[in-house]
C-alpha cells in the first residue's frame, strides 16, 4: 500500500562544524512544496569540537554519532541508513558548510516527486565559483567527464554532495569506499538502472577551506586510486578480460617470432623468447581464468544485493 504522507529527511553530515551548522540550519526552509513532513538528521562523525550540544540546542530531531572519525563516506552511508529507518520518503543530503543552498531543496527534489528520477544531483555552476582556481576547476570538469565514461549516465557535476534520493534508491545503494561516496552512488546507480538527474544550483560563498581537498594533488591521486577501485570493482570481466589479452598477445607475438626464425633458421637459438613466450601466454590464461572468477563473483554479489534489499523492505 502507498502511504500518501510524503516524508523528507535532509541528512547533514558533519565534523567539527558547530561554527558552520547554525549557519546552514538557517537556511533550510519549514515547508516545501509536495513534502508534508521534513526532519533534519545530523551525523557527527566523532566531532571534537560542540557539533552535538550545536545540533541539540537548534533543535534538530535526529542526531546519530559515531564513537570517532570514520570520514565522510562511512558518515553518508551512515546517514542514507538512518534516514530509512526514521522512514523517509525522500533523502537530500545538505553539506554543514552551507556551501549549498536549502532553498534550492524544492528544484532538487522535483524530479523525484515527478517520478522523473531516482537521484538527482544538484550541479554547480563550476565555470562562476570564485573560490575554485582555474585548475580546480579543470579538474573537476575532468573528473565529471571521466565519470560520464565509466558510468554511463549525463552527470553533469559528480563530486557535488547536494543530491537527493528516493527511498528506494537509497535502499539499492551500499557504499564500499571510505573516501568518496559520490563517484560510488553514481557508478551503483547506473549498473542498478536507477535514474540519475542533473539539476543546476546555486552555491554560497565559502565559510571555510575545504576540508575534504587539501591539494590539488592530492585531490588527482584520490580520483585516479579510486577511479581504478571501481573499476576493478564494478568492471571486473572487462579489467582482467583486457589484462589477460595484453599477455596473451605479447605472447603470442613472441610465440610467432619464435616460430619465424625456427623455420628460416633450422631451429636454433631464441630459447629465450621462446620461455618468455610460455610465461606470457600461461598468464594470460591464468587472468582469462580470473575474468571468469570475477564474473562470477559478481553474480554472486548481485544475488547477494537482492537479498539484502528485500530484507530491507
Ligand atoms: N563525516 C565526515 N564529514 C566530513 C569530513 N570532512 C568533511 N566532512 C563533511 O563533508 C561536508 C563537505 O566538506 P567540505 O570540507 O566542505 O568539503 P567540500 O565538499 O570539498 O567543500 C561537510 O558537511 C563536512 O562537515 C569527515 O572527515 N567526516
Ligand atoms: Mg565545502
Not at 561554527?19 to 521534513?38: A, F, Q, R
Not at 591539494?215 to 582482467?240: A, E, G, H, L, Q
Request: charged share 25%; net charge positive; glycine share 6%.
Amino acid at each position: 500500500m502507498y502511504n500518501s504522507i510524503m516524508k523528507l529527511i535532509i541528512q547533514i553530515p558533519c565534523y567539527n562544524e558547530e561554527k558552520t551548522l547554525p549557519v546552514t540550519y538557517k537556511e533550510i526552509p519549514e515547508s516545501i512544496g509536495g513534502i508534508d513532513e521534513i526532519e533534519i538528521l545530523v551525523i557527527d562523525d566523532g566531532s571534537a569540537d560542540n557539533t552535538v550540544e550545536t545540533a541539540k540546542n537548534l533543535g534538530i530531531k535526529h542526531i546519530v554519532s559515531h564513537s570517532k572519525n570514520l570520514g565522510l563516506a562511512r558518515a553518508f552511508d551512515t546517514g542514507l541508513k538512518t534516514s530509512l529507518k526514521l522512514g523517509a520518503d525522500i533523502i537530500v543530503n545538505l553539506d554543514a558548510d552551507n556551501q549549498y543552498r536549502a532553498s534550492d531543496i524544492d528544484k532538487l527534489i522535483k524530479p523525484l516527486l515527478d517520478k522523473k528520477a531516482d537521484i538527482v544531483i544538484g550541479a554547480r555552476p563550476i565555470e562562476k565559483i570564485k573560490s575554485f582556481s582555474p585548475l580546480k576547476k579543470v579538474l573537476q570538469k575532468l573528473g565529471s567527464f571521466v565519470m560520464r565514461k565509466i558510468s554511463g549516465t549525463d552527470v553533469l557535476d559528480a563530486p557535488s554532495g547536494f543530491r537527493a534520493f528516493t527511498k528506494e534508491a537509497a535502499k539499492r545503494i551500499n557504499i564500499f569506499d571510505n573516501y568518496t561516496y559520490t563517484m560510488e552512488t553514481i557508478i551503483q546507480a547506473s549498473k542498478k538502472g536507477l535514474t540519475v538527474k542533473s539539476v543546476p544550483v546555486e552555491v554560497n560563498e565559502d565559510l571555510r577551506p575545504s576540508r575534504l581537498v587539501k591539494s590539488n594533488f592530492d585531490y588527482i591521486k584520490r580520483s585516479v586510486f579510486t577511479m581504478m577501485r571501481f573499476i576493478i570493482i564494478y568492471r571486473p570481466f572487462k579489467f582482467f578480460m583486457i589484462i589477460s589479452l595484453i599477455l596473451f598477445f605479447l605472447g603470442l607475438i613472441l610465440g610467432l617470432r619464435f616460430l619465424y626464425f625456427y623455420i628460416t633458421e633450422s631451429g636454433t637459438g631464441h630459447i629465450q623468447s621462446l620461455i618468455l613466450c610460455a610465461i606470457l601466454i600461461l598468464m594470460g590464461v591464468q587472468s582469462l581464468f580470473f575474468a571468469i572468477i570475477a564474473d562470477l563473483l559478481a553474480i554472486n554479489r548481485k544475488l547477494i544485493e537482492d537479498v539484502q534489499l528485500n530484507i530491507k523492505k
